[in-house]
């Protein structure tokens, strides 16, 4: 079963789908998978070892720009989104049934971050994020988090979803990249504003070798915006925006 504060899922909404499938599908491996909802066009990313682990979709008119979204499981969607707007959030869309799915709601937080929460209507637990100790190709394995103000993240988060911040990595006049961590896992890190960077969340990808999905990057009309930069324990990340402008992260070692 699915941990209260777990991330279970991740959703880019653009404006290209088909585009966008075949970018991700040269640049991670992944393959493409019709879900099956009645009425709607969402599209599944599964991993090389067949999990499925992020979904895709057209992003509604009124949307400002193409991004990926991360889910997180909560207990009580009702009550966690409630608490999510009285601690300085937005509810974007409201707690919400999907027959078949669960229930789940669109909110940002006080800095303006989306994210869904959501109580899956199956206990069995998800496989989409794998953290970086049990890396596997083509799954999620860190969730970065950039705010203007980083104690005061950290803090709501914590406050929400039970997370506990513990250890981080000095970046200089930078100020420190703080980890968090859910249970007994490391889910990622939050940062303050970094030159060039954008608040929100941002997700890393595992690839089996960083320089040639780097290469595909390129090749297939994204743009690579830094690194690849070596990281603790000797792999590599890069972040990246695909051919419609929307960031997001590789990890991985170099072949």
Known sequence: MNRHGDFIWYELLTRDIDAAATFYADVIGWTLQDSGTPGIDYRLFVAPDGQPVAGLMAMPDAMPAPTWLGYVAVDDVDAAAADFVGAGGT????????????????????????????????????????GSENATPGHVVW?????????????????????????????????EYKFLHSGDTCIGAAMGMVPGGQPGWQYYVHVTDIDAATDRITAGGGQVLQGPDEIPGGSFSVVASDPMGTRFGLVGPRA
């Open 91 to 130: 509810q974007h869309m409201p707690p919400t049934t999907m027959p078949g799915v669960g229930r789940m709601a669109m909110l940002t937080d006080p800095h303006h971050a989306p994210l869904y929460l959501m109580r899956g209507e199956r206990d069995a637990a998800s496989t989409s994020f794998c």
């Open 143 to 175: 969730n970065e988090l950039t705010a203007p103000d980083q104690a005061a993240a950290i803090a709501f988060y914590a406050d929400r979803f039970g997370w506990r911040q513990e250890g981080g990595m000095p970046m200089g006049p930078l100020g």
